[in-house]
């Protein structure tokens, strides 16, 4: 028999919970043959990311895996072996009072945010007793560096594009309302160099139709100057990939999108979620360290000032030429970055290892 796994995804906003929740099951049920039953209570934006999920179905199979709306009222059903909470979900009461009264109870992982910091490493994999049932729940983070869980990384990758020379320079642009936008377009139209930026749907495609006063809509391009901008509509998951590989600049967010774009191997600026607390920065501080420590001190230095003005700190208009002369080093950069961090193993993959030895 299979292993089988629940695994629980609450769509608190945006993409991401749902993007990182479906790319794990997927896998999981693809590469390793679990049986994979996804909880998500909006199966609303599964449907942009892997079109042929209906929202409208309480069960449905795609690509292998159950996804179930998970329902306020929580049907009486047998937990898998293995019990995914993603990013501290909260499982239904009803639900962990039954895992409790399995013969053997599952193994119940809280599947954590992706985080660069130093101590992620020490919690990784650390159980916390139920403090009334006799059940543990392991924190399961992923992460850069060995000791923790690693990142999401399928087998069918899509492999990057050999780059070619001379051509303009081509950038996706995917990120939140970001106050340093404006500018950074104007740079773009300004500059003596050719840029097509690649427009995602939703957020940074209304920025810039604002930006431009005028119409954007999906499907459209237009000119300003040296930069030439497309809408894109929004894309299944694989396809986004592809554009990532395909592109010689891309501009990301959250956590999914940005785990991609370093798969992608070629240079990226990440928006970090911005939290009303800060506790953003030390994350965006920690991962420009570690992604930065090879690099040599000036162009550290350049990559580091661009992505924080880009999050907020500093002027990205005035840090744009030296970073875009950085470009090429970056590319080269991002191939052995990647090699780095694929060598802890994948997220999917060690969380399966982990399993096994308490199954
Ligand atoms: O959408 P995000 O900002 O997601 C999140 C959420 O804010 C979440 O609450 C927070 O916890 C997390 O970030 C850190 O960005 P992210 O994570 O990059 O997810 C976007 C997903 O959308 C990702 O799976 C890629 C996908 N995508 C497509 O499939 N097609 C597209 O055209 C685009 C633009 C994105």
């Not at 599964?46 to 895996?65: F, H, K």
């Not at 059903?77 to 009072?97: K, N, Q, S, T, Y």
């Not at 950038?171 to 104007?186: E, G, I, Q, R, W």
């Not at 929004?234 to 999914?256: H, I, K, M, T």
């Amino acid at each position: 028999m299979g292993t089988s796994c629940d695994l629980f995804c609450r769509v608190v906003d945006n993409l991401g919970d749902a993007g990182v929740c479906w790319r794990l099951a997927r896998q999981l049920a693809s590469e390793h043959g679990w049986a994979m039953r996804l909880w998500i209570d909006d199966p609303a934006p599964l449907v942009g990311l892997r079109p042929g999920v209906d929202a409208a179905l309480p069960v449905q199979v795609v690509e292998g895996v159950e996804i179930r709306r998970w329902p306020k009222e929580f049907p009486k059903v047998a937990p898998g072996d293995v019990v995914i909470e993603a990013f501290g979900c909260e499982l239904p009461a009803a639900f962990v009072a039954v895992m409790a009264m399995q013969e053997k109870a599952p193994v119940w992982i809280n599947l954590e945010y992706l985080s660069a910091e130093d101590w992620v490493a020490g919690c990784h994999c650390k159980p916390s007793p139920h403090p009334k049932l006799s059940l543990t729940k392991y924190f399961f983070f992923p992460g850069f560096v060995p000791g923790t869980g690693g990142l999401i990384r399928e087998r069918d990758l899509p492999s990057p594009q050999p780059l070619v020379a001379g051509r303009e320079l081509v950038v996706s642009l995917f990120c939140y309302d970001n106050p340093a936008l404006p500018a950074l377009l104007k740079a773009w139209a300004e500059s003596d160099t050719l840029v097509s930026c690649r427009v995602a749907d939703g957020l940074p495609r209304q920025q810039v139709e604002r930006w431009l006063g005028r119409a954007f809509p999906v499907g459209a391009s237009l000119c300003r100057g040296s930069l030439k901008l497309d809408a894109l509509p929004f894309v299944p998951q694989p396809e986004y990939d592809r554009l990532l590989a395909d592109s010689d600049l891309n501009f990301v967010r959250g956590e999914d999108s940005f785990v991609r774009a370093q798969w992608a191997e070629r240079p990226f600026v990440w928006q970090a979620y911005p939290q009303a607390d800060g506790a953003h920065w030390p994350k965006l501080e920690s991962f420009l360290g570690r992604y930065g420590r090879a690099l040599p001190k000036a162009r550290r230095t350049t990559m580091t000032d661009f992505c924080l003005a880009w999050n907020g700190r500093g002027d990205v208009a005035a840090a744009w030429d030296a970073f875009r002369q950085t470009l090429p080093a970056l590319t080269e950069h991002g191939h052995a970055w990647a090699a780095e961090i694929a060598c802890h193993g994948n997220l999917a993959e060690n969380l399966v290892r982990f399993c096994r030895e308490r199954l």
